[in-house]
């Protein structure tokens, strides 16, 4: 690993949302297919982040704190809260299978689910 550079753990593909900011209720999703969400570590700064990229711009572009708390709300989809960006993401899996391989479970801190 390189000193000071994030380095990648994992990549899978989800569905991306955001909140829609103006009613804070409803989900816009990214796209009309799914996305890939890429995790990464900086071993420097002991941070996680996660990116997914749709066309040219970051859709997510997510440090991830240790106050994060990602919810599984569905058995394919789950959401959480980054303050930093001031909104509200969600990922939708293909399968309960694909939700559980990434490690993401109801209530577990978000960097949990890198391992």
């Not at 989900?27 to 990464?40: D, E, N, R």
Request: hydrophobic fraction near 40%; include cysteine; charged fraction near 15%.
């Amino acid at each position: 690993l390189c000193p000071g550079r994030e380095q990648p753990i994992f990549s899978t593909r989800a569905h991306v949302f955001q909140i829609d900011p103006a009613t804070k209720r409803n989900w816009i999703p990214a796209g009309k297919h799914a996305l890939t969400v890429s995790y990464f570590y900086d071993a420097t700064r002991n941070v996680y982040r996660i990116i997914s990229i749709g066309g040219a711009k970051a859709i997510i572009n997510s440090t991830v704190t240790p106050n994060m708390t990602f919810t599984k709300t569905s058995q394919k989809f789950g959401q959480w809260a980054d303050s930093r960006a001031n909104t509200v993401y969600g990922l939708g899996f293909a399968s309960e299978q694909h939700l559980t391989q990434v490690g993401l479970g109801d209530g577990l801190a978000i960097n949990v689910f890198y391992f």
